[in-house]
């Protein structure tokens, strides 16, 4: 791959990371209750982290380097799912008003 596409391709990545970033940021501070943040905050997760750790392989393109930079993406997209059904979990069971402004169907077999 020639250095002048790679770079492009990186600085393309580098954008599109900031730009859903932002995008993000701003639905944070927009919505008023906290399973809609969460929902604005995924992509933080998901997206921005994608095409920033995409941006920095393609600007290393080193084999020492690659695999760290996918380690840290893995251990990111398993780590948070995990943290937001923990915390929306809680919303929902303690949110005395959350039902209100948020459907939320109703588990028989809830623990």
Do not use: C
């Amino acid at each position: 791959m020639s250095e002048l596409v790679r770079w492009i391709l990186a600085a393309l990545s580098f954008i599109a990371g900031f730009v859903s970033i932002g995008i993000s940021v701003a639905g944070v501070f927009r919505f008023r209750y906290v399973l809609n943040r969460m929902q604005t905050a995924a992509i933080i997760d998901t997206l921005g982290l994608f095409f920033l750790l995409l941006s920095l392989i393609l600007l290393s393109w080193d084999w020492a380097y690659i695999p760290k930079l996918l380690l840290i993406l893995a251990f990111q997209w398993v780590g948070s799912p995990i943290a937001a059904h923990m915390v929306s979990r809680m919303e929902v069971r303690t949110a005395k008003d959350l039902h209100e402004h948020v459907r939320i169907p109703e588990k028989e077999d809830e623990e």
